[in-house]
């Protein structure tokens, strides 16, 4: 049996979009960047629509932000972390493996959405 937890990450400049969902939480990596996170339903099939929905969304706002009186700092990142244990693990264990995978999150992985 696998058991899986799955969650969507932002930090960056427009990672408050996030906050308008349902159970999020806020984490703080070892590099001192604050990420705000969505759990992710483990019934969903397809990550696939999800993920283009949010990016979507983190694009708009980041060009809405660029196109503002205010500046831009740094640019936004997004991150999918699925957990997958042969073994239960609590929410305590699971936030801190996320909280790990997230601080070896650079600014130059693959959702990274700058100026444009």
């Known amino acids: 049996m696998t058991y899986t937890r799955a969650y969507l990450c932002l930090t960056g ?3 408050n979009i996030l906050l308008t ?3 999020v939480l806020g984490l703080l990596d070892t590099r001192g960047r604050n990420w705000i996170c ?3 339903p483990i019934n969903t099939n397809d990550f ?3 993920i283009e929905q ?4 983190v694009v708009q ?3 809405r932000l660029n196109l503002s009186s205010l500046e831009p700092t740094q640019g936004s990142i997004m991150q999918l972390w699925i957990q997958e244990q042969t073994r239960p693990t609590s ?3 699971a936030l801190s493996e996320l909280e790990e995978f997230l601080s070896s999150v650079t600014d130059d992985d693959d959702k990274t959405f700058q100026d444009k």
């Not at 949010?54 to 969304?57: G, L």
């Open 21 to 23: 969902e349902a159970e």
């Open 54 to 57: 949010y990016s979507r969304e």
């Open 91 to 93: 929410e305590d264990e």
């Open 13 to 15: 400049d427009v990672d």
């Open 48 to 50: 696939g629509p999800m």
């Open 61 to 63: 706002a980041q060009n």
């Open 38 to 40: 969505k759990p992710i």
